[in-house]
């Protein structure tokens, strides 16, 4: 599949999911943005769709409650994920949302890509782990994205990416890092690049021996 006519700009909102039956059908190419509650990544989808409103940020980490689906063409999707972590919501609702994120990510055949954003500051959590370990295990290529690069000083920034580098092997798998800034753009071109990358994959389906890919806010 061509790269070429992919513009990130073309995106557009489908619909809002509270689980993985309200999704449109299971076919084509999705890659899904996950995150702790105040990770940035609404912020992030909107700076990647050059679209301000595209995903609502809210000053209330936690606020994004459902499975969110906006289309980039006939084929291709960007899913936006419920944010996990230390939200203040009741606990019953919490679980809500951590249902229907362990729902999507298990059985959702057409996932191509798992984009994982944590604050730079406080990277690393253990749900960020689990979820790495998760995709790792089902041979799905990870992207680390370091999101508000901006808050730390250089010598800072580079020292923790070095840090978090240096525990990317012990996941095994494809998992790469990158840095990202909504503010100053940084780190952009090199989520592009990997996106470009995991929509080219081809698409395996049940009839298919063609083998899966090889695993060798305020800010919502």
Same mark, same amino acid.
């Given at each position: 599949?061509?790269?070429?006519?992919?513009?990130?700009?073309?995106?557009?909102?489908?619909?809002?999911?509270?689980?993985?039956?309200?999704?449109?059908?299971?076919?084509?190419?999705?890659?899904?943005?996950?995150?702790?509650?105040?990770?940035?990544?609404?912020?992030?989808?909107?700076?990647?769709?050059?679209?301000?409103?595209?995903?609502?940020?809210?000053?209330?980490?936690?606020?994004?409650?459902? =499975?969110?689906?906006?289309?980039?063409?006939?084929?291709?999707?960007? =899913?936006?994920?419920?944010?996990?972590?230390?939200?203040?919501?009741?606990?019953?609702?919490?679980?809500?949302?951590?249902?229907?994120?362990?729902?999507?990510?298990?059985?959702?055949?057409?996932?191509?890509?798992?984009?994982?954003?944590?604050?730079?500051?406080?990277?690393?959590?253990?749900?960020?782990?689990?979820?790495?370990?998760?995709?790792?295990?089902?041979?799905?290529?990870?992207?680390?994205?370091?999101?508000?690069?901006?808050?730390?000083?250089?010598?800072?920034?580079?020292?923790?990416?070095?840090? =978090?580098?240096?525990?990317?092997?012990?996941?095994?798998?494809?998992?790469?890092?990158?840095?990202?800034?909504?503010?100053?753009?940084?780190?952009?071109?090199?989520?592009?690049?990997?996106?470009?990358?995991?929509?080219?994959?081809?698409?395996?389906?049940?009839?298919?021996?063609?083998?899966?890919?090889?695993?060798?806010?305020?800010?919502?």
């Amino acid at each position: 599949m061509s790269t070429s006519t992919l513009h990130f700009q073309n995106a557009q909102f489908v619909t809002s999911a509270p689980d993985i039956r309200h999704l449109p059908a299971d076919e084509g190419l999705e890659v899904a943005f996950a995150g702790r509650s105040n990770a940035g990544k609404s912020s992030a989808l909107n700076v990647l769709t050059r679209q301000r409103g595209l995903a609502r940020i809210s000053k209330t980490p936690g606020r994004t409650q459902q =499975i969110n689906v906006f289309s980039l063409d006939d084929n291709r999707r960007l =899913i936006d994920l419920p944010g996990y972590g230390f939200a203040k919501v009741p606990l019953e609702m919490k679980m809500k949302w951590q249902e229907a994120l362990s729902e999507y990510l298990e059985k959702r055949n057409c996932l191509r890509g798992l984009v994982v954003l944590m604050d730079i500051r406080h990277p690393m959590k253990d749900l960020d782990q689990e979820l790495i370990h998760w995709a790792v295990e089902s041979n799905l290529p990870v992207l680390v994205v370091l999101t508000k690069a901006d808050k730390l000083k250089s010598g800072a920034r580079k020292a923790t990416l070095m840090q =978090i580098q240096e525990a990317i092997p012990g996941f095994g798998g494809d998992v790469s890092i990158i840095t990202f800034s909504s503010l100053n753009k940084s780190g952009l071109p090199e989520l592009e690049k990997k996106l470009h990358e995991w929509y080219a994959m081809p698409l395996v389906t049940e009839n298919d021996d063609t083998p899966a890919p090889n695993a060798d806010e305020p800010e919502s």
